[in-house]
């Protein structure tokens, strides 16, 4: 049993590099993902966390499972998909240095994820169930998955 699960998206986040200008962008990626930096701190303090999610079988995905595996994260339940890419974020940055983001998805993987790929076993053992990101677009579309139908669990 876990203390915390969470579900939502798994992405890269493609950052400005040190050495960025508006002329000659530069990016550095890093893991992200709201629910990553839930668990990641939560991770830290001791919590027995996991992870659900889809990643892209490609080097992001790779990557982004070796990242939360690392922050002490259990990565079993995050599915590698090879039919659709990892989603990227990208950040840029405005001469002022305010960011906006571009998202890279035609949906991305995380988008993807179906209700008969989640283990809801591991959500009901769970004592705190954490959902954020992209799961509101996710259960607006197919092949997404409600959690609630005709006001009944799932």
Avoid: C
């Amino acid at each position: 049993m876990y203390k915390v699960v969470s579900l939502g998206e798994l992405l890269i986040d493609l950052i400005p590099h040190h050495d960025y200008t508006s002329d000659t962008p530069a990016y550095e990626a890093k893991a992200g993902g709201a629910p990553l930096n839930v668990l990641s701190g939560l991770a830290k303090w001791g919590h027995s966390t996991a992870y659900i999610s889809k990643v892209g079988n490609d080097a992001f995905g790779h990557f982004l499972k070796k990242k939360v595996k690392g922050a002490n994260i259990n990565a079993d339940y995050i599915i590698t998909d090879g039919s659709a890419p990892t989603t990227v974020a990208i950040v840029s940055l405005d001469e002022s240095k305010n960011r906006t983001f571009d998202f890279i998805r035609n949906p991305g993987a995380d988008q993807l994820l179906t209700k008969d790929e989640i283990n809801r076993n591991l959500i009901q053992e769970a004592e705190v169930f954490h959902f954020s990101s992209t799961l509101p677009l996710q259960m607006a579309r197919e092949p997404s998955f409600p959690l609630v139908k005709n006001n009944k669990e799932i």
